[in-house]
T-cell receptor
Framework: KAGVTQTPRYLIKTRGQQVTLSCSPI?????VSWYQQTPGQGLQFLFE???????NKGNFPGRFSGRQFSNSRSEMNVSTLELGDSALYLCASSVQSTNYGYTFGSGTRLTVV | QKEVEQNSGPLSVPEGAIASLNCTYS??????FFWYRQYSGKSPELIMS????GDKEDGRFTAQLNKASQYVSLLIRDSQPSDSATYLC???????????FGKGTRLSVIA
């Protein structure tokens, strides 16, 4: 059974650019969540999608957005990149309810220069 | 008060000893509790979940939950150098709300 797949693994972008990250959940998983991980702040919740609808949203500026497609694949977009957006972005999926925990993908390491 | 708190460590234990990792949470109504392990440069991996008061054992790992004290712990018996990692405590406050993570405790098992 394939795990959660995130692409790309690494990205280097320039301040002011925008970036799109992709996540394919485990087959049959309908909930996809996104987290930002930095050494100082740890894992911070960005948003969760379930059946193409945003079910939960974290406390991030509007530059961070996401969506989910009918096949449960999800993308997140960051516009007008800032140096502080450099982080590991992790996608996680769960079957339906988040109550049973998530399975994480390998992450996308974004560096903004 | 932070929602989920953990000592950042590092916690150093000798090989073969019991490692004890602790976590407190602020929302008394929290329902589900998880421990994740994260090796350096890797993503978090779920190792234990616990939903009711008491102990839950899985191999060398035991999770303990005390809702009255708002306290979760993870014991690792017969610690091995391969257990050296950061251990993240995560909590779900209500149904279908996101996991809230602590910042993690770094464990170092010395051979």
């Amino acid at each position: 059974k394939a795990g959660v797949t995130q692409t790309p693994r690494y990205l280097i972008k320039t301040r002011g650019q925008q970036v799109t990250l992709s996540c394919s959940p485990i087959s049959g998983h309908r909930s996809v969540s996104w987290y930002q991980q930095t050494p100082g702040q740890g894992l911070q919740f960005l948003f969760e999608y379930f059946s193409e609808t945003q079910r939960n949203k974290g406390n991030f500026p509007g530059r961070f957005s996401g969506r989910q497609f009918s096949n449960s694949r999800s993308e997140m977009n960051v516009s007008t990149l800032e140096l502080g957006d450099s982080a590991l972005y992790l996608c996680a999926s769960s079957v339906q309810s988040t109550n049973y925990g998530y399975t994480f993908g390998s992450g996308t390491r974004l560096t903004v220069v | 008060q932070k929602e989920v708190e953990q000592n950042s460590g590092p916690l150093s234990v000798p090989e073969g000893a019991i490692a004890s990792l602790n976590c407190t949470y602020s929302d008394r109504g929290s329902q589900s509790f998880f421990w994740y392990r994260q090796y350096s440069g890797k993503s978090p991996e779920l190792i234990m979940s616990i939903y009711s008061n008491g102990d839950k054992e899985d191999g060398r790992f035991t999770a303990q939950l005390n809702k009255a004290s708002q306290y979760v712990s993870l014991l690792i018996r017969d610690s091995q150098p391969s257990d050296s990692a950061t251990y993240l405590c995560a909590v779900i406050r209500r149904g279908n709300t996101p996991l809230v993570f602590g910042k993690g405790t770094r464990l170092s098992v010395i051979a």
